[in-house]
T-cell receptor, first 111, second 112 residues
């Protein structure tokens, strides 16, 4: 079974700061997802990656397969970025259909 | 684009009553479908997943069941709810195993 650890659990930043959220997993995977959950509960998929780096607007996701580690970066953070960010991995001892989730990182960006 | 319609948004049910939550998918065919539960202060837990009509895999033994009567319809059910069934339930889909997930808006279930 894959163990997914996220850090930090809670993060408070000032508007404009550069944010990094980390995710580590214990077993090799086929893909890693970064999700964003807003206070109302709705979840949006930000990235799915299996190698390298992806960028979308102010968000950047990287993954290092050898080190079993991924990071989500937010440049020029804004209060609307406040949400819970969740890392989830596919594969890694189970089928590619089953995801194992981290517990999430609560990000609060103050104006 | 791929969309999941999930209802209801909130539900309050007495212990021992039945449950039926439904989600329907638009914008893709033969998706992988998932039911997740998020208990207060905890991460998402996979309850069931389905790779096709009538194909259901259960991840944890529990008081719940799932069915997929049509390609784009996924139903979560219980015959008798327990207090421990309270939580936030999310339906999710995936066009292919190498694609991003898309989520319904969730159902907050309170069992009293």
């Amino acid at each position: 079974k894959n163990e997914v650890e996220q850090s930090p659990q809670n993060l408070t930043a000032q508007e404009g700061e550069f944010i990094t959220i980390n995710c580590s997993y214990s077993v090799g995977i086929s893909a890693l997802h970064w999700l964003q959950q807003h206070p109302g509960g709705g979840i949006v998929s930000l990235f799915m990656l299996s190698s390298g780096k992806k960028k979308h607007g102010r968000l950047i996701a990287t993954i290092n397969i050898q080190e079993k580690h991924s990071s989500l970066h937010i440049t020029a953070s804004h209060p609307r970025d406040s949400a819970v960010y969740i890392c989830a991995v596919a594969g890694g001892g189970g089928s590619n259909y089953k995801l194992t989730f981290g517990k999430g990182t609560l990000l609060t960006v103050n104006p | 684009s791929q969309t999941i319609h999930q209802w209801p948004a909130t539900l309050v049910q007495p212990v021992g009553s039945p449950l039926s939550l439904e989600c329907t998918v638009e914008g893709t065919s033969n998706p992988n479908l998932y039911w997740y539960r998020q208990a207060a202060g905890r991460g998402l837990q996979l309850l069931f997943y389905s790779v096709g009509i009538g194909q259901i895999s259960s991840e944890v033994p529990q008081n719940l069941s799932a069915s997929r009567p049509q390609d784009r319809q996924f139903i979560l059910s219980s015959k008798k709810l327990l207090l421990s069934d309270s939580g936030f339930y999310l339906c999710a889909g995936q066009g292919l195993s190498n694609e991003k997930l898309f989520f319904g808006s969730g159902t907050q279930l309170s069992v009293l």
